[in-house]
């Protein structure tokens, strides 16, 4: 599968943004979707997860409460809605894919084998 992340820019604190990934293939609905976060000069960070049907979302503690992560599989499309944006926010969001139709969730970028090439999410204060 490939990915294609979008939505990104940039907006003052408390605004909101929806992030979109776009996935190519016909087996969309066989992928559990995540989506990390990159600072400068910082690790790759975990931000949320969701199985195959949508039926479940894993979020990063930072982040509870002010994103959600949903998907349609039938527009191959997974999306992270951001809201209440903070400056720690500011980072490259990507997308990732993991094939798999369990319902466990996994957090590591080395659990998925895909991945988009990113979207810059700038919050100013």
């Known amino acids: 599968v490939q990915l294609q992340a979008s939505g990104g820019g940039l907006v003052q604190a408390g605004g909101s943004l929806r992030l979109s990934c776009a996935a190519s293939g016909r087996t969309f609905g066989s992928y559990a979707m995540g989506w990390f976060r990159q600072a400068p000069g910082k690790e790759r960070e975990f931000v949320a997860a969701i199985n195959w049907s949508g039926g479940r979302q894993y979020l990063a503690d930072s982040i509870k409460g002010r994103f959600t992560i949903s998907r349609d599989n039938a527009k191959n499309t997974v999306y992270l809605q951001m809201n209440g944006l903070k400056p720690e926010d500011t980072a490259v969001y990507y997308c990732?894919?993991?094939?798999?139709?369990?319902?466990?969730?996994?957090?590591?970028?080395?659990?998925?084998?895909?991945w988009g090439q990113g979207t810059q999410v700038t919050v100013s204060s």
């Open positions: 990732a894919g993991r094939y798999y139709t369990g319902n466990s969730y996994y957090n590591r970028p080395s659990d998925y084998g895909y």
